[in-house]
Nanobody
Framework: VQLQASGGGLVQPGGSQRLSCAAS????????MGWYRQAPGKQRELVAR???????TYADSVKGRFTISRDNAKNTVYLQMNSLKPEDTAIYYC?????????WGQGTQVTVSS
């Protein structure tokens, strides 16, 4: 499975941004798709994940602000980020899980700053 993320960049506090991640390759085997992030000096952490059936999980820090969704026909997962805060600044990584493996995208920088 190969993952290609897009979106990201500089946004002001309170603003919005949408990330996309398209999967290719053995997409029939994908169950979970999600987003993780890593801020400077911190460990990578889960932001949100969604199963093929649509069950979602969010980090407490983003609940009510971020929404994850997926289009199974396009093998794409989205992360809509609203009310962004400076502490959301990080490299965001797309992630997918199959029964036996885990795959990572290349990461996209999101910077929240005025």
């Amino acid at each position: 499975v190969q993952l290609q993320a897009s979106g990201g960049g500089l946004v002001q506090p309170g603003g919005s941004q949408r990330l996309s991640c398209a999967a290719s390759g053995s997409v029939f085997s994908i169950n979970v798709m999600g987003w993780y992030r890593q801020a400077p000096g911190k460990q990578r952490e889960l932001v949100a994940r969604i199963t093929r059936g649509g069950t979602t999980t969010y980090a407490d820090s983003v609940k009510g602000r971020f929404t994850i969704s997926r289009d199974n026909a396009k093998n794409t997962v989205y992360l809509q980020m609203n009310s962004l805060k400076p502490e959301d600044t990080a490299i965001y990584y797309c992630n997918t899980e199959t029964r036996t493996s885990e795959y990572w995208g290349q990461g996209t920088q999101v910077t929240v700053s005025s």
